[in-house]
Every structure is written in C-alpha cells, then in structure tokens.
C-alpha cells in the first residue's frame, strides 16, 4: 500500500458570492484518504458536505469557487487543472455514486449501453471486451442475471437496483477515488444494507479509497473507518469510526450520538441539540456551534478553535486546549 494518501485535502476554502456578499460555505477543511479507506464525512443539512464533495470532484457552479487550499489525488494537484483537464480526472481516476440514481442514468439508452459506452470512452477496449467488462461489474455489484439484465432500461430496475448500476458505472474506469453522496438515503433500511455492502467489498476488493457523505450515523458506523464530523462549513472532529461513536468528544457529536435511539432500549430519552445550524450570512464569531453548546464559556464566543489532537481524534473544542485547565464537563479543573 503508497504511503502517499489517494486524497489529500488541505485548507480547502469555498465560497459562494451573490450580491449580498461573499458567503464561506467551506472552511479550511483538511483530511487525507489512504488507499482502501473509506472516511465518513456527516452532519446536518448545511454543514458543507456536498460541497466539500463538489469541490474535490471539480463541479463548483458559479457563483460558487474553490477560494484556498489544496486538492491533491494521489499528490497531484487537480484543484488548479483546467476544466477539460479535470474532466478526464473525473471521468478516469475518480468516480461518482449520487443520492438519486435517475439523475446519473440515462432514461433513453439501456443500462448495458451505457456503461459499454463509458467504458470505451475510458480504455482502448473494443465492443465485446467493453461488454464483457460491462457484465462483470454488474455481477460483482450484486446484478442478477447480470448479463439478461444489460438489456433493460433504467425504469425497469428497483430503486436499489438502480443505485447498483450507478455503483457500476463509477468503476468502468477503475477509479482510485469514488465520491458516494448520500448513496443510501432514498433506499429502506434493507436495501441500504446491502449497497453499505457493496461498498466495503469495493474497498476490500479494489483498494479504493471512498468518500461517503450522509447525514445517517448509522450507515458510517456499518461502512466507515475513519469518521470526519462537519458543523458550519468546518470539521469539528475526525478520527476512526469506533473511537467517535462510543467516545465522542465535541459537544455538537454528543449531541449527534445521543441522538440515535438504541435497540435495546437502554436510553429512556433521545438526545435534542437545541436550535439549528446557522444561516452562511449569520456564522457566529468564535466557535460556530457556542450559541447551541451546553458547555460553552467565554473563549467559546471570542475565537474559532482550530483541530486540537486529543486522545485517537483530532477535535476542534476548547475544551481539549491543554491551555484551558477544563474538564470534558465545561468546569474549571
């Protein structure tokens, strides 16, 4: 395995600027994923995950724009490349699976027309070798009677089924990086087992390393190793999967935990973090998350905190700033 991260993101900076001014959506993000990997980004609607996966794959919109950092693949920059550049980069090395299946297939062609049709824009492969190719990525993503099925139409196939396909279709180019956006959230929680699934053997089997942005704790405690928290355009932890989940340390992932109702029913009442995330015009000076905090003091409201290594994650809380002589509760030590 390269010691050399498949995606290196540092300080990343997006903003968006229509006429009430520039508005920061993303802030100096930094993570890195090794090959193999699969890093869980989550947090509510609004945190910045999407566009944190936008900018990375290069489909900023105007206004919206990469305004600082560093996007690198492999330790090669693409935040810089031009647009046809970036096309081939994320037609070939990085693959995309969206939240709605329907709007990656093309309703008028077969699915085994389109995936021949990518995999021949990406490799020197002729129609049968492309076809071949085409029936073995349906049948090692769980496609039933996979070559029969080449042959039917995206509106013949389940939600599920569907979303398979679209896995399908990211690796035709055997990408190093796949970007999955909310890939389970339109499915029932049967059928988001088994593309969680389809998912980790793609690691195991691939080696390739998978972003998976979702608001369900849920699914990246079934499919992620690392885990990378978003608040307000910003990581408020990050670390491995199970570290997070049972010992949680920013006040905003507490809440997210305690939020989760347990099936053996030993939590008599669910969790509520008060109030909601703030509008991209009103982010609060200091930490984004103080005015919902339960445990915030003065410094809190004054300065941002940057990530701060504490115990296996990095946390972005004063809280854990050896200067603060705090304990976790918020009281003076």
């Known amino acids: 395995m390269s010691s050399t991260p498949v995606l290196s993101v540092r300080d990343l900076v997006v903003e968006f600027s229509p006429r009430q001014g520039i508005l920061t959506a993303v802030n100096k993000v930094s993570f890195d994923i090794a090959e193999g990997e699969v890093l869980g980004v989550v947090g509510e609607s609004g945190a910045g995950k999407s566009i944190t996966g936008s900018a990375i794959i290069g489909l900023m919109e105007p206004p919206g724009r990469i305004a600082g950092g560093e996007i690198r693949l492999r330790g090669e920059r693409i ?27 093309n309703p008028l062609f077969t699915v085994g027309d389109q995936l021949v049709e990518t995999i021949r824009t990406h490799s020197a492969l002729g129609h049968y070798d492309a076809t071949e190719r085409a029936v073995d990525l349906l049948e090692q993503v769980g496609i039933p009677a996979a070559r029969e099925r080449m042959s039917a139409y995206p509106h013949q196939f389940s939600g599920g089924m569907r979303q398979r396909v679209v896995i399908a279709l990211a690796l035709c180019a055997d990408p190093e990086l796949v970007i999955a956006d909310e890939p389970t959230t339109a499915l029932d929680v049967s059928v988001q087992a088994q593309i969680i699934s389809v998912l980790k053997k793609l690691c195991a089997d691939h080696g390739v390393a998978v972003m998976l942005i979702t608001h369900d704790m849920g699914v990246i405690a079934e499919t992620a190793d690392r885990v990378a928290v978003m608040y307000s355009g910003r990581i408020a932890e990050i670390g491995p999967v199970e570290e997070v989940i049972k010992h949680a340390k920013h006040p905003y992932t507490k809440g997210l935990m305690g939020s989760i109702p347990e099936l053996r029913g030993r939590r008599n009442r669910l969790l509520q973090i008060e109030g909601a995330m703030p509008r991209l015009a009103a982010i609060p000076e200091g930490c984004a998350f103080h005015p919902r905090c339960p445990k915030a003091f ?19 809380c004063w809280l854990y700033d050896p200067a603060e002589k705090r304990t976790e509760e918020g009281a003076v030590a």
Not at 84 to 105: C, K, Y
Not at 298 to 316: F, G, Q, S, Y
Request: with cysteine; glycine share 4%.
């Open 79 to 105: 935040d810089n490349l031009e647009p046809e550049a970036m096309r081939r980069v994320r037609g070939n090395r990085i693959g995309m699976v969206f939240q709605d299946p329907l709007t990656s297939l």
């Open 298 to 316: 003065d410094r809190c409201t004054a300065e941002r905190p940057e990530l701060i290594a504490h115990d296996k994650v990095d946390v972005a």
